[in-house]
């Protein structure tokens, strides 16, 4: 991925240009626990569209942070996973789910 404001010295904002956006961090989020087909991601978040989630997961996997196996099978599977980069993120993710738990879910 292209650091496209090269003003930006906040590592925050470097890494949310990199996560950022609406569906990024829910889908890294959910391959934390291994690898998941398609199908599996998309039950996960109902409220994406096929066409958002495919494009959500081409980037990811262009910049590095998933990996697309493809089996040749009939019919054919797809499986996605982190890569090492990908993992690196693990800890952001469970700080996330700890602090989105005690702060939000838990004060409704």
């Known amino acids: 991925m292209t650091n496209s404001n090269e003003d930006i010295k ?3 904002a470097s890494t949310l240009k990199f996560i950022g956006g609406k569906w990024k961090t829910v889908i890294l989020y959910y391959l934390t626990s291994g ?5 599996e ?8 569209s096929r066409k958002v989630l495919t494009q959500q997961l081409k980037e990811l996997e262009r910049d590095g942070l998933i990996f ?3 089996y040749k099978e009939i019919p054919p599977r797809v ?3 982190l ?5 690196s993120l693990n800890l952001v993710f469970k700080e996330m789910s ?6 939000v879910l838990n004060k409704k």
């Open 68 to 70: 697309k196996e493809q």
């Open 83 to 87: 890569t090492d980069l990908g993992k």
């Open 10 to 12: 906040c590592p925050v």
């Open 98 to 103: 700890n602090w989105g738990l005690e702060n």
């Open 79 to 81: 499986e996605y996973s």
């Open 41 to 48: 991601i998309a039950v996960r978040i109902p409220t994406i």
């Open 35 to 39: 690898k998941k087909r398609f199908g």
